[in-house]
């Protein structure tokens, strides 16, 4: 009976979609702290490069550059999975994210309109071997979901084009909570 109602759960979820533009929170802070790509597929890019750096005491910042031989339009996927850091390794947290850019986009989903504050990138669709650039970059913790326990964490950006992985991008974040006094 239990496995009956689980499955009925399951799918009720799974058939209504999750609209990822409603997340907003205030009950942790999120600080990157370093983030690299970890491969690229040659074939599809010219080159992708991301630099972390230190803007002030708590927060990274990301600069990027990439360049696509192909043209991805409006159909560039990507997949965010959270990874947290137990037992002296990165382990597979529940938490997955998988949609269009252009919708990530639209939504704000982790305050990735804020690519438009610095660098030549202007939005939806992606053109092909153009230098898309983005400077200053700082995920806007208030957009991520709620609940999520304090910890570090890996988030594995993977960027997929017609079943094609372009890019897989490693983020390396902690989410501390306020003290309570």
């Known amino acids: 009976m239990n496995v009956f109602v689980l499955s009925i759960f399951i799918v009720t ?88 850019f252009c919708k990530f986009f639209e939504n704000n989903v982790v305050g990735v309109q804020r690519l438009l504050n610095c660098g030549n990138f202007v939005g939806c669709p992606l053109v092909s071997n153009t230098n898309i650039t983005w400077c200053n970059y700082i995920p806007d913790d208030s957009r991520f979901p709620p609940l999520i326990p304090s910890g570090s964490y890996r988030l594995n950006l993977h960027a997929l084009y017609s079943n094609n992985e372009l890019f897989v991008l490693e983020v390396y974040a902690k989410i501390t909570r306020p003290e309570v006094k």
Do not use: W
Not at 36 to 64: Q, S, W
């Open 13 to 100: 979820v799974l058939s209504q979609g999750l609209d990822l533009s409603k997340f907003h929170q205030h009950d942790y802070r999120l600080t990157v702290e370093r983030a690299h790509v970890f491969h690229y597929d040659k074939e599809y890019m010219n080159y992708i490069k991301v630099i972390p750096f230190k803007c002030n005491r708590t927060n990274v910042a990301l600069n990027g550059t990439l360049n696509f031989k192909i043209n991805v339009g409006s159909e560039l996927v990507i997949m965010i999975q959270f990874y947290k850091f137990a037992s002296n390794e990165y382990r597979l947290f529940p938490t997955r994210f998988q949609d269009k």
